[in-house]
């Protein structure tokens, strides 16, 4: 028994709170106002989707917490623990078991499917935030669907860097409406957005901002005809379990130069290994 | 010289609280006629710059635009979008102070193809083609396409506004003081460079300024005002060279002759 109220937040807060996942769900990318509560953890470690999934949260639910793909990262296991403290309910490192997927810069490998809730923590919702300073001006151009900007950023990064550098956060268009700030995924997982079987919900709690992209919702990554979006990956395999079509962090191994390239999602990576596959840097086994 | 005003000006009245901005300015504005206002610092000038240009809501009065599509329609009454496109397509606006007309953290071809994004062009390479076209078109070298508005000179930073501005083929371009703040020798290139550009365009604008050598040499007409009235209007050479209102009179005669 926990001295807490179910999932920490107070049932007043997640009334509210699921008020605006609800107007984001029927406005997809639009960026709802929230009255974001103060959270026992510091802003920029995800509030924004630790109130999302308080309020999203139900006793039978199984919760599997990421960041930056992984299970095991500091964030992941603090919001996992907090959560199992505060609410009781199960958590899993398993994609396919979980009912609830919060995460931190990635959306997981294994395909999501019906009846899953992604669950996004979000830094800067704004996507015009670094071209036009103004929230009033922001939320105005987005009401007028104003979004030449927004080419403007693309059109410097092509003109500073011969091609579109911007690799995270990459802008999207959602149901050929709202211009909309994917949270720092990588544009490597820009399109697992588009079609997603799972809700997809945003939370940003500095910012105060909730939006969500509902199952099977168009949405297109914004370019140029002559220099289309590209989802970009190293171009290596995992070291570990041999994948080449999974998005990869790069990890320095030593001081000479030594490096290895492994799955940023370790459920993914360990469900490959389980299964057999084996990299370049697997330990041997001796059939000895 | 038939048919309709490109801009026809009703009875605009601006004020702050109890302070006169501006006062009942009636006046049209025919295709690829240059209007110069001119007057001392505080007479309403730019307040007037505003109402027509959209910036700032009039209490009183109309501005008519007659606009491709639709023919004469009140712009105040148009719809924000309406009038977002308008001011990104048909019309320009030039500030005084090219920080305020630049996007200062973008290069010099992102400055001038922002309109035509804005306008829905999605083809870099075309884009930038015509952005290139537009800076040689203003005098500024090819290879400056990259460099950021900071790294130019006042001069460049304000033919480079004018490029931002005139991309998208505007016929009313609103300017509002565009020398000021230049030296004497690079505002007589701007000037060149802006007669020539309204003339082979044909395009209209309204240009406010306190400068009278800037309105002899681009103004057709003129008008002048004090307090935020119009003293006076009529032909620029005319106003000038045979001024009838008092303050016009001070106003020419206070020009210093070298």
Redesign the interface.
């Known amino acids: 028994m926990s001295d807490y109220n179910f999932a920490y937040l107070d049932e007043q807060t997640k009334r509210m709170i699921r008020r605006a996942i609800l107007k984001g769900v029927a406005v997809p990318g639009y960026q709802v106002p929230f009255a974001s509560r103060e959270m026992p953890m510091p802003y920029g470690w995800g509030t924004g989707g630790v109130q999302v999934t308080a309020a999203c949260l139900t006793p039978g639910d199984t919760l599997k917490v990421i960041d930056q793909g992984a299970d095991d990262t500091t964030n992941a296991v603090s919001i996992r623990k907090f959560f199992q403290r505060t609410a009781g309910v199960a958590v899993t490192e398993s994609t396919a078991a979980a009912t609830i997927i919060q995460t931190r810069h990635r959306i997981p490998e294994t395909p999501l499917t019906e009846g899953q809730i992604l669950v996004y923590q979000v830094p800067i919702p704004e996507p015009l935030r670094f ?1 036009e300073p103004r929230e009033t001006e922001t939320r ?1 151009m987005h009401a ?3 979004y ?2 927004m ?2 950023k693309l ?2 990064d ?3 860097n011969g091609a579109i550098a911007t690799s995270y956060a990459y802008p999207v268009k959602v149901e050929g409406r709202y211009v909309m700030d994917p949270s720092p995924i990588p544009k490597f997982d820009n399109p697992k957005l588009s079609g997603s079987r799972a809700l997809q919900v945003f939370g940003a709690g500095r910012e105060q901002r909730i939006y969500a992209v509902p199952p099977y919702t168009d949405v297109v990554s914004l ?5 289309p979006f590209e989802a970009s990956k190293a171009p290596h395999a995992c070291d570990l379990c041999g994948d080449d079509a999974s998005y990869l962090d790069e990890v320095i191994t030593d001081d000479s130069g030594g490096r290895m390239f492994v799955c940023s999602d370790t459920d993914h990576c360990a469900g490959r290994q389980a299964a057999g596959h084996r990299g370049r840097l697997s330990p041997q086994e001796d059939a000895a | 010289m038939t048919g309709q005003p490109l801009l026809r000006v009703e009875g605009i009245t601006r004020t702050y609280g109890g302070r006169i901005g501006c006062t009942d300015v009636s006046f049209d504005l025919w295709p690829g006629e240059v209007m110069g206002i001119v007057g001392e610092s505080g007479s309403g000038k730019s307040t007037l710059l505003g109402c027509l240009a959209g910036h700032l809501p009039p209490d009183e009065g109309r501005v008519i635009f007659d606009t491709r599509a639709e023919g004469p329609r009140d712009v105040m009454r148009m719809s924000e979008p309406e009038r977002r496109m308008l001011g990104r397509t048909d019309w320009a606006f030039v500030h005084q102070n090219p920080r305020d007309g630049l996007r200062m953290g973008v290069s010099a071809g992102g400055n001038v193809g922002e309109r035509l994004m804005a306008v829905g062009a999605r083809h870099y390479g075309r884009i930038r083609d015509e952005a290139l076209d537009w800076l040689t078109r203003v005098e500024i070298a090819a290879d400056r396409i990259d460099d950021r508005p900071r790294q130019f000179s006042g001069g460049m930073q304000q033919r480079l506004q004018i490029a931002r501005n005139l991309v998208t083929g505007p016929r009313l371009v609103f300017m509002d003081e565009p020398t000021g703040g230049l030296d004497v020798s690079v505002q007589a290139r701007l000037l060149d460079l802006l007669r020539g550009l309204v003339r082979s365009m044909g395009l209209s604008a309204v240009i406010v300024t306190h400068d009278l050598a800037v309105v002899r040499l681009l103004a057709d007409r003129l008008m002048v005002m004090k307090g935020g009235r119009v003293v006076e209007q009529g032909l620029t050479d005319q106003v000038l060279d045979d001024p009838q209102h008092a303050y016009t009179q001070l106003l020419v005669s206070s020009v210093l002759q070298v």
């Open positions: 071209l105005r007028l669907e104003d030449g900007l080419h403007v059109y410097e092509i003109a500073r370019d140029f005809e002559d220099h």
